[in-house]
C-alpha cells in the first residue's frame, strides 16, 4: 500500500500558491496526491482555477499523480466537465467528501443518486468512493446511515474511501469495519488523535442521544481543532490498520490528512512523513 497525502492538509498555502505548494509538497517525498475541490460547480477540476493541460504539466515535471480527487458537489447531471478534467490527468478515484441525512428515506434518496454518479465515474474509466466522517454511524432505527448507504448502493459503482479517525470518533472499530466490508475498501484516509484528549474521542452518543441531526453547523460544533495531532504522534493503532488493509482489503493508497495542526501546514506534513516511516507495510 503507497502512502498519499490529501492537498486539503495545505489548504492554506494551496489558496496562495497551488503551484509552489505542490512542488514543495512533491519536493518533500509526497508523490501520491488527493486533490480537494469543494467548488466543482464553478471550476471543475483540482480547484483553485489550475486547468487540466497545467495540472497535468506539473505533474509530469514533479513526477507525481493525482490519484484521487473530493469532489462536492457531485451532481451526475453536471458530471462531464468533471470527469473529462480528471480523465485527462490520469485520475483513478474521485470521491464523496462529505454529506449529512436528515432521516432513513434521504439516505436512501442520496444512495441512488451515488449510484448515478458511480455509473458516470465508471463510463470514464474511474471510480467512485464515499468518504466517511462521525455521524454516518449514526442509527436509523437498527441501521447506521453507513450500513444503509452501502447496502443500497452498487458495491461495483461505489466503494469506500475509510476514514479511519473519523469513524473512531463514531465510536467505531476501523479494523472491524475493514473486516466487515473487505475488498470493498479501496483507499484508506489516516489521521491521528492527540494523546490526552481522549475524553473528547466519542462524538457519536450526544448525537444519538438527542437524535439530532448533523449538519454542516453542528458537525463544526463537534470538531475541536487541539484533537488532531501529527500522525503517529497521537493514540491511533495505525500499525493495525495498515496489516488489516494489507491482509484483506483492495486497498491502494492510505492517504494521509491533518485537518488543524499547531504548526505551519508544510512543517506539518514534513513531522507525519517522518513519523509514518516507522510503519511497515507501506511504501512512498
Not at 505542490?22 to 466543482?40: M, P, T
Request: hydrophobic share 40%; glycine share 6%; with cysteine.
Amino acid at each position: 500500500m503507497k502512502v498519499g497525502i490529501q492537498l486539503y492538509s495545505v489548504r492554506e498555502h494551496m489558496a496562495a500558491d497551488p503551484i509552489a505548494t505542490i512542488r514543495e509538497v512533491v519536493g518533500a517525498g509526497y508523490r501520491n496526491l488527493e486533490a480537494a475541490n469543494h467548488n466543482a460547480s464553478a471550476d471543475p477540476g483540482v480547484g483553485f482555477g489550475i486547468s487540466a493541460e497545467v495540472a497535468k504539466k506539473l505533474l509530469e515535471e514533479t513526477g507525481s499523480a493525482v490519484v484521487s480527487a473530493h469532489i462536492s458537489p457531485l451532481d451526475p447531471e453536471k458530471m462531464t466537465p468533471i470527469l473529462e478534467f480528471h480523465q485527462a490527468i490520469g485520475t483513478k478515484y474521485l470521491v464523496q467528501p462529505m454529506d449529512f441525512y436528515r432521516d432513513r428515506d434521504e439516505v436512501l434518496r442520496k444512495a441512488q443518486i451515488l449510484n448515478q454518479v458511480g455509473e458516470r465515474c465508471k463510463a470514464y474509466g474511474m471510480q467512485l468512493l464515499y468518504h466517511n466522517h462521525f455521524h454516518e454511524f449514526q442509527h436509523f432505527g437498527q441501521e447506521t446511515v453507513y450500513d444503509l448507504l452501502l447496502t443500497n448502493t452498487d458495491p461495483e459503482l461505489v466503494k469506500i474511501e475509510l476514514d479511519t479517525y473519523w469513524a473512531s470518533r463514531g465510536q467505531q472499530d476501523p479494523v472491524a469495519l475493514m473486516k466487515k466490508y473487505g475488498k470493498r475498501v479501496r483507499l484508506l484516509h489516516q489521521k491521528d488523535f492527540t494523546r490526552g484528549f481522549e475524553a473528547q474521542r466519542d462524538l457519536l452518543t450526544a448525537v444519538e442521544a438527542n437524535n439530532e441531526y448533523v449538519d454542516m453547523e453542528r458537525f463544526g460544533k463537534a470538531v475541536d481543532p487541539l484533537t488532531f495531532t501529527e500522525i503517529g504522534t497521537g493514540i491511533m493503532d495505525i500499525q493495525s490498520i495498515i496489516d488489516t488493509a494489507n491482509e484483506i482489503c483492495d486497498c491502494e493508497y492510505i492517504i494521509l490528512e491533518q485537518d488543524f495542526s499547531r504548526n505551519d501546514e508544510l512543517e506539518s506534513i514534513k513531522i507525519s512523513m517522518e513519523q509514518f516511516r516507522k510503519y511497515s507495510g507501506v511504501e512512498w
